[in-house]
């Protein structure tokens, strides 16, 4: 028998899932489907071999590609050795794929063939990688599998400690260069129990995974599920039919998508007929889910929807199931425009520009702190010492907290839009419009204005078979928020453009529509 050991790290959550539940399925991908004993051997295996190619611990090992069940045993192969795993985000352009690399500066770059002329477009640019290795095999660099056989089950010589990092995941970018977040060990441990405890995983439930596995979101909820040796099927992305098949074939007990995900699903004729019973959470993130979408859902799927806000950075708050009642008081509808309340081991401050904690009601920067929040920013400590101050994570977004600790997000404060000297948060404006019956999915940026500085504008994408025009819009807003914040101007398309997290990405918004 092993040593009992108390999860302290990521490897020691593996060494328990393979000790205590050996014959469990830990991963199912496509036709594969591998026990937590055989994907202890795999990521031991593979560890080894990365030693034997000259990495140490807190080296790092690059990962380019889409969902697969080999992105989870590179995932796994650091943490059970100490390497950290940087990962790539596949949707950006070269140059910043190569910044990111060489910030990262990992020894190893793992990638699929679908990137492989990309990495060789990128390979003289990339000034740490020593070895490339394919995941697919037969084209550039090392083929993957060889790799894994070419290493001992023993793995290796050394073991992670709490602190080290495990992951280098970099933030989208939204406010300026990608920052690299510094995610540890023990960090990760906790983060996996405080949400396996809202998400009341146990060793029965099955987990669906189809966001990237290059963010945090779906690998801390694939590590809340292994918190307590359950099963993660794993899909490439999402593809609602596949999805829907999966759910119904696999009996799938939870699930994780961004609210504009399920809307595309629950309007997908495969879920007409499907028997979802099995189906007891989906977990969205992102943003709040708009009324009408979560009513459809209630309606075809029960009482299953949880909302979760956190960032790279650290975890938040959770909107509980049982919390999800747009039927029912007006305080259960006041409370569906929030994003919960903090997770357990969790806390919350509001604070104003000078640090002083505001009282309840009062708008001001969120704070987030928990034994899981990041170390920093890789290769930054500016950043670091202006967002990690005292153990608390200042998120850059603004909110209240009300008298029950009920945490409502009003915007980014770089989103905050300044007309004619008045505040306007967009995520108010964007409230009063998603409420219009024709309206499925709105953004709202701040635009040049001669007279006011800065003037609302509204991109709006409307639902299927509906119509409306832009005074329609303007004009249902009159009775909903102040006649200053209405938008003057609106510009319907037919998709708005997102970030792999499914946060709306108004970097880009304001590239694409940042005029009048």
Not at 135 to 160: I, K, T, W
Not at 295 to 316: A, N, S
Request: glycine fraction near 8%.
């Amino acid at each position: 028998m092993p040593a009992v050991r108390i999860p302290q790290t990521l490897a020691d959550m593996l060494d328990n899932n393979a000790w205590k539940y050996p014959d469990q399925t830990a991963f199912v991908w496509q036709d594969r489907r591998v026990t937590h004993a055989e994907f202890h051997v795999r990521v031991s295996k593979l560890a080894n071999a990365l030693r034997r190619l000259g990495l140490r611990r807190q080296d790092r090992v690059g990962i380019l590609s889409q969902n697969r069940l080999e992105f989870q045993e590179v995932y796994g192969a650091c943490e059970i050795s100490g390497f950290i795993c940087a990962t790539v985000n596949w949707r950006l352009a070269i140059p910043e794929m190569v910044y990111i690399v060489n910030d990262g500066a990992p020894k190893v770059l793992i990638f699929e063939a679908a990137y492989a002329e990309t990495v060789v477009a990128m390979k003289d640019q990339l000034k740490s990688v020593e070895h490339f290795v394919c995941l697919d095999g037969g084209v550039f660099g090392d083929d993957y599998e060889a790799l894994v056989a070419s290493g001992d089950a023993s793995g290796v010589p050394f073991r992670p400690l709490p602190d080290d990092i495990a992951f280098l995941i970099y933030t989208s970018g939204t406010t300026g260069r990608p920052k690299g977040v510094m995610l540890s060990q023990g960090g990760e441990v906790n983060a996996a129990e405080i949400l396996g405890s809202d998400q009341r995983n146990t060793p029965d439930d099955r987990l669906l995974i189809m966001m990237p596995l290059f963010h945090i979101g779906a690998k801390i909820i694939q590590l809340a599920q292994h918190w307590r040796a359950g099963t993660v099927h794993v899909l490439k992305g999402f593809d609602p039919p596949a999805i829907v098949d999966c759910i119904e074939r696999e009996k799938i007990t939870v699930t994780h998508m961004a609210p504009t995900m399920i809307q595309t699903l629950l309007e997908s004729p495969a879920i007409e007929k499907a028997d979802l019973a099995s189906l007891r959470m989906i977990v969205y993130a992102a943003a709040p889910m708009p009324i009408p979408v979560l009513k459809q859902g209630l309606k075809l799927l029960g009482p299953v929807f949880q909302q979760q806000f956190g960032q790279t950075e650290g975890i938040g708050t959770t909107l509980l199931a049982h919390q999800h009642r747009p039927d029912g008081t007006d305080r259960d509808r006041e409370i569906l425009t929030s994003v919960g309340q903090a997770s357990p081991r969790v806390n919350v401050r509001i604070v104003d520009d000078n640090g002083n904690d505001l009282p309840s009601g009062e708008v001001g920067e969120i704070l987030l702190t928990s034994p899981g929040v990041m170390k920093g920013y890789w290769n930054n400590t500016a950043a670091t010492i202006d967002t990690l101050r005292d153990g608390w994570v200042h998120t850059g977004d603004v909110g209240r907290l009300d008298s029950e600790g009920f945490l409502y997000l009003v915007d980014r404060k770089k989103d905050m839009i300044i007309s004619g000297g008045e505040n306007i948060y967009s995520r108010e404006v964007e409230e009063a419009i998603v409420t219009h019956d024709a309206v499925s999915e709105v953004a709202v940026i701040g635009v040049p204005d001669e007279k006011w500085g800065e003037a609302v504008k509204a991109v709006v994408v409307l639902r299927a078979g509906m119509s409306a025009t832009a005074q329609d819009l303007i004009d249902h807003c009159r009775t909903l928020i102040a006649s200053y914040k209405r938008p003057r101007h609106i510009e319907f398309v037919d998709e708005i453009v997102k970030l792999p997290s499914g946060k709306i990405d108004k970097v880009r918004l304001r590239k694409l529509y940042g005029t009048a």
